[in-house]
């Protein structure tokens, strides 16, 4: 089966320090979301990319939050500097156009302390 | 934008039992819906899914009715097990990009 493949899948870190996720889409989707999920607020969507190109990244907090994407097969988000609130599990999700479902990774567990 | 709301928030079922799991959406431009289903320590996994030229869609044990009229959809599990308990979400979106989540529903299943 075709996955995304997210790093690590747990970090703890101390508040101030900058924390980089990976993901690595499916072979093929052209189209890569980042995913918040905390208790409170759920699933929340913070940017996502179509061909590589930055679509939307209005539900990210611009002073310390980036995404990128590098290449096709590489994804990343950065905290710098990290906070206590930042703590939640980050998913990435890659989709082709031609198909409408996304297919989540299995998540990065941030805790900053 | 599209506003969901799903219901309940927790449900716990008898095995063998059904299960039934409701969202509302706001937008009437929205024509996509599906569900996921998320285990403990793992990414929501896309369940089924329902587009708005269909009312209604089964896959085995799991059905989802789309009402968009009334703007809203289900989940149905049958005879369910306990390997069913997870959190589900709905969503919907009007395109391709933006998927609009539901809080989602923690399902307990009692065996």
């Known amino acids: 089966d075709a996955r995304v493949t997210q790093t690590p899948r747990h970090k703890v870190t101390e508040m101030g320090q900058e924390v980089t996720m990976r993901c690595q889409p499916i072979?093929?989707?052209?189209?890569v979301f980042w995913y918040r999920q905390t208790m409170m607020q759920g699933l929340e969507l913070l940017a996502y990319?179509?061909?590589?190109?930055?679509?939307?990244d209005s539900g990210m907090p611009k002073d310390r939050f980036s995404a990128e994407m590098p290449d096709a097969t590489l994804a990343t988000l950065k905290i710098q500097p990290s906070e206590p609130r930042d703590s939640a599990v980050y998913f990435c999700?890659?989709?082709?156009?031609?198909?409408?479902?996304?297919?989540f990774g299995s998540g990065t567990r941030l805790t900053v302390v | 934008g599209e506003n969901v709301e799903q219901h309940p928030s927790t449900l716990s079922v008898q095995e063998g039992d059904s299960a039934v799991i409701k969202c509302t959406y706001s937008?009437?431009?929205?024509?996509?819906f599906p569900w996921y289903k998320q285990e403990l320590g793992k990414g929501p996994q896309l369940i089924i899914d329902?587009?708005?030229?269909?009312g209604e869609k089964k896959d085995q044990r799991i059905a989802v009715t789309l009402n968009k009229t009334a703007k809203h959809f289900s989940l149905h599990i049958t005879e369910t097990q306990p390997e069913d308990s997870a959190v589900y979400f709905c969503?919907?979106?009007?395109?391709?990009?933006?998927?609009?989540f539901g809080s989602g529903t923690k399902l307990n299943v009692k065996p």
């Open positions: 999700a890659s989709a082709d156009r031609g198909h409408y479902g996304y297919t």
């Open positions: 072979l093929g989707h052209n189209t």
């Open positions: 990319f179509r061909n590589r190109a930055p679509l939307d």
């Open positions: 937008d009437s431009a929205s024509n996509y």
């Open positions: 329902i587009r708005s030229n269909v």
């Open positions: 969503a919907a979106t009007d395109n391709f990009n933006k998927f609009y």
